[in-house]
């Protein structure tokens, strides 16, 4: 299955390798702590490649196969650089009925990629949800931690101008 990803370049600095040896140093010898650091390293790099995954193994002593089997089975992590900012589009069935493929649309049409995408300059991914837990709220986005509920397409250019 590894070999049918999508190989993104892997960049790793001195800063951030680090960061990781420290994270995995603190974690190694509690049970149970793969997921906690499997997201700070995701903090660190933005996402889990395989050669961070391999880090994360040798340095907690935990097989690969573990280590990966976590990633892909939790949709919070990614396999794929996502940007600064991760807008979210709710399309669970009360956003849909009320607009939400609409908002979603904008969105692709004002920053120039698909859902499952990142920007090339690395500052935006989107991601279309099934459900954000807003419904009455209806349609809805998230941009990192920031929710906008009612959201009308013609907001979303001033919107994304506050991440620019």
């Not at 892909?72 to 396999?79: I, K, M, V």
């Amino acid at each position: 299955m590894i070999n049918k990803l999508e190989v993104v370049p892997f960049k790793d600095t001195p800063e951030q390798n680090k960061q990781l040896m420290k994270v995995i140093d603190d974690y190694k010898n509690v049970e149970g702590a793969l997921i906690q650091v499997l997201k700070k390293a995701q903090e660190i790099y933005s996402y889990l490649p395989l050669e961070v995954q391999q880090m994360v193994a040798e340095g907690m002593n935990i097989p690969l196969e573990e280590v990966f089997g976590a990633v892909t089975f939790y949709s919070f992590f990614s396999l794929k650089p996502i940007g600064k900012y991760r807008i979210s589009v709710c399309q669970g069935t009360a956003c849909y009925v009320k607009g939400g493929q609409a908002v979603l649309d904008e969105v692709k049409k004002n920053i120039g990629i698909s859902a499952g995408e990142t920007t090339p300059d690395g500052l935006f991914s989107i991601q279309d949800t099934r459900c954000l837990g807003c419904c009455g709220l209806a349609p809805v986005m998230t941009v990192n931690d920031d929710v906008y509920g009612k959201v009308d397409p013609k907001e979303i250019k001033n919107i994304l101008a506050k991440y620019q």
